[in-house]
């Protein structure tokens, strides 16, 4: 089955730096990559996605690439900001007969630092 | 309803009881997911619903826990005779589902239920 690795586990940056969390999957047939921010205590949210017939996708501070040859896929968060601070999860979706099964990653915690 | 409403939202249970974790997913949405999350971790997938249909139960970590969504609903996943490795966050997402269409397998979450296991 599907397996998606997640690193670094842990990012500290300073406010205004960037930070960018990088994401492998195993299964070649997955075809869609999202992104979500978990706030401590609170429910995952996503963010951003991209889906697998796109190279990179931009929402203001936020970027995503996704090199399917390599299998990888990578979060860029610019000029970041103390509420960036939160746990990160990359997933891998794969779309089967009848619907889709989506595999996250172990996750990063962010720490922007005032 | 307006998101996916999960109960309870924390649960203790002594080691040996049955639970029963109670998922409300947005209304119209066809595919629904039980998830676990260990503190630190990220979420496990346990198994998921397209309507009635339980398509792929694969992540269930052993024959004690059981889902259901006999309408095509409301879900409820059911642990019998809990252990203290079954303490977690257990989320439920629900998705529009279908075919690979825009926005169709974005995950939507429920706040979760806490189970701890003494």
């Known amino acids: 089955g599907e397996n998606v690795e997640q690193h670094p586990s842990t990012l500290s940056v300073q406010e205004g730096d960037s930070a960018v969390i990088k994401c492998t999957y195993s299964?070649?047939?997955?075809?869609?990559f999202p992104w979500y921010k978990q706030e401590l205590g609170k429910r995952p949210q996503l963010i951003i996605d991209?889906?697998?017939?796109?190279g990179e996708k931009k929402d203001q501070r936020i970027a995503v690439t996704l090199n399917k040859t390599a299998k990888h896929f990578s979060l860029h968060i610019t000029e970041t900001q103390p509420e960036d601070s939160a746990v990160y999860f990359c997933a891998a979706s794969l779309s089967r007969t009848g619907g889709f099964k989506t595999i996250f990653g172990a996750g990063t915690r962010l720490f922007v630092k005032a | 309803g307006a998101g996916v409403s999960q109960s309870p939202r924390y649960k203790v249970a002594k080691r040996g009881q049955d639970v029963a974790l109670r998922c409300d997913p947005i209304?119209?949405?066809?595919?629904l997911f039980w998830y676990q999350q260990a503190l630190g971790q990220g979420p496990e997938f346990l198994t998921y619903?397209?309507?009635?249909?339980?398509?792929?139960k694969s992540g269930l970590p052993s024959d004690r826990f059981f889902a259901e969504r006999p309408e095509g609903s409301v879900s409820t996943l059911k642990i019998q005779r809990t252990q203290q490795e079954d303490s977690a966050v257990y989320l439920c997402?629900?998705?529009?589902?279908?075919?690979?269409?825009?926005?169709?397998?974005?995950?939507?979450f429920g706040a979760g239920s806490r189970l701890t296991v003494l």
């Open positions: 619903f397209q309507n009635e249909a339980q398509l792929d």
């Open positions: 991209i889906r697998s017939n796109v």
């Open positions: 299964d070649s047939a997955s075809n869609y």
């Open positions: 209304s119209g949405h066809v595919s």
């Open positions: 997402a629900s998705s529009l589902g279908g075919q690979l269409l825009s926005g169709a397998n974005v995950l939507t």
